[in-house]
């Protein structure tokens, strides 16, 4: 019986080895599933070129609507329109003031 066991757990560890050596088939062909940045790779780039530009995004990427911001600014200045207002930041919330001790000293 224990022979058993030990032919079955050879042939369980050589149909691993065979699957990851790739000898049991190939994969299939990998394809590119990204969309192509289309803009011109020679000559000036138009703010319409921008525009259109999307870029494809990752886990660990940047944020899209900042992105799109700053082509939209790029555009603007290739085309030479006026630039548009900044939009300002939300200001940060001030700190709590500091507690001050009573005057006269400590309690003590």
Do not use: C, H
């Amino acid at each position: 019986m224990m022979w058993l066991f030990a032919l079955i757990i050879v042939l369980v560890v050589g149909g691993v080895a065979v699957v990851a050596v790739g000898t049991g088939g190939s994969m299939a062909t990998e394809y590119d599933d990204r969309p192509d940045a289309l803009v011109p790779a020679e000559g000036p780039i138009s703010g319409d070129d921008l525009r259109n530009l999307r870029l494809s995004t990752a886990v660990r990427g940047y944020r899209a609507s900042e992105v799109d911001a700053l082509l939209d600014r790029l555009a603007d200045q290739l085309d030479g329109k006026p630039a548009a207002a900044p939009q300002a930041a939300p200001a940060p919330a001030p700190w709590p003031a500091p507690v001050s001790e009573p005057e006269g000293g400590s309690a003590e």
